[in-house]
């Protein structure tokens, strides 16, 4: 989405949860261990077409924002960075400044220093794919990070959470401050993208399949329930072999749209990963990426996702 206006002040809530520290602990420790070649194949390939995903949307809107603004310094927000899995694409889209911030320490130190591994401690911002970054810890449902800036004015063009959005809708007060962390320091024009499970898939492949489980010999989601799905801490259990065990929780996208108003922000493009799929591999710049990848016939893209982000075009500079 985009964001119209200045953004209004709200309270944020601080309340327990159980998820939060099992989320952390799980990415803290997370490592890929006892994977059939076969699995760690296929999760290769996920891994690569989240990547492909990630990269044109990323892209696009740092493109979208030049063509408003040619010679734009872009100020960028990762949130839910991980272990810095999206530095490459910051350093390609030669943005000027980055802000990082995941809940998980161990995760965040890592991003730290891949960033210094990346080299781009110039003291030159206007070197060709240079920029300064910042690294906050923080529980992004239940703190903000305006508390925590050590420039309290900054304002960002894009704000962007990839695979991420979706542990806050445990509860509407840590959605509620997941989104204000995202949006309240958007300048007028910034953008927020991300990519999140598309819950209403979810639902489907749940109410087609014989209990509350579905998935294949890679991959699981348990509900705990096959007819109750409260908009706020619908929990699902998911579980990638050898990769992801974690409790994760449905998100419905409309309520998303709807809870981003308040921020002044527009949706100004959703789409599925199919969808954006179909879209983008026509181009054949991208095709050429994606043709990098293995096994691409045996696995046709997962209809599992949603990616949010701002429009469509050309992406000539996405691989990673
Ligand atoms: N965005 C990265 C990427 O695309 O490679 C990492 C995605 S990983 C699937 C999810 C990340 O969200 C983890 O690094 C996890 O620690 C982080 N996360 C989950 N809940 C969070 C929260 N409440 N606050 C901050 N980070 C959170």
């Given amino acids: 989405g985009s964001k119209t206006e200045e953004t209004e002040s709200q309270n944020t809530s601080q309340q327990d949860s159980i998820s939060d520290s099992i989320v952390a602990k799980h990415y803290n420790e997370r490592q890929d261990v006892g994977l059939t070649e076969r699995t760690k194949s296929r999760i290769f390939f996920l891994r690569n077409f989240n990547n492909w995903i990630k990269s044109i949307c990323i892209a696009d809107t740092l493109q979208r924002l030049r063509d408003s603004d040619p010679t734009a310094r872009l100020t960028v927000l990762d949130l839910c960075c991980g272990k810095g899995g999206d530095l490459l694409k910051w350093k390609k889209g030669q943005i000027s400044r980055l802000v990082c911030s995941d809940i998980a320490e161990v995760s965040l130190q890592q991003c730290e220093e891949r960033f210094k591994e990346l080299g781009n401690r110039s003291n030159n911002p206007y070197d060709r794919g240079t920029f300064t970054a910042e690294f906050y810890s923080a529980d992004l449902s239940k703190e903000l990070l305006s508390e925590k ?18 542990y806050s809708f445990e509860s509407h007060a840590q959605a509620e401050t997941m989104l204000r962390n995202a949006c309240e320091q958007l300048r007028p024009g910034g953008y927020f993208i991300g990519t999140v499970p598309n819950g209403c898939e979810l639902v489907r492949r749940l109410k087609t399949s014989e209990g509350t489980q579905f998935g294949n010999d890679v991959y699981t989601v348990n509900f705990h329930s096959k007819d109750e799905f409260p908009l706020f801490g619908c929990r699902y259990d998911f579980h990638l072999e050898g990769v992801v065990d974690c409790p994760e929780f449905l998100l419905y996208f409309p309520l998303l749209e709807e809870m981003a108003k308040k921020y002044q922000m527009e949706i100004v493009y959703c789409k599925t990963f199919h969808e954006f799929f179909d879209e ?13 990848m293995k096994s691409l016939e045996q696995y046709p893209p997962d209809r599992n996702t ?13 691989e990673e």
Wanted: hydrophobic share 25%; proline share 5%.
């Fill in 280 to 292: 983008h591999s026509k181009d054949p710049e991208n095709n050429r990426l994606f043709g990098k």
């Fill in 149 to 166: 800036y050590e420039d309290p004015s900054i304002q960002f063009d894009l704000a962007s959470c990839q695979f991420s959005f979706h």
């Fill in 306 to 318: 949603t990616a949010s982000s701002t429009t469509e075009g050309d992406y000539s500079h996405a």
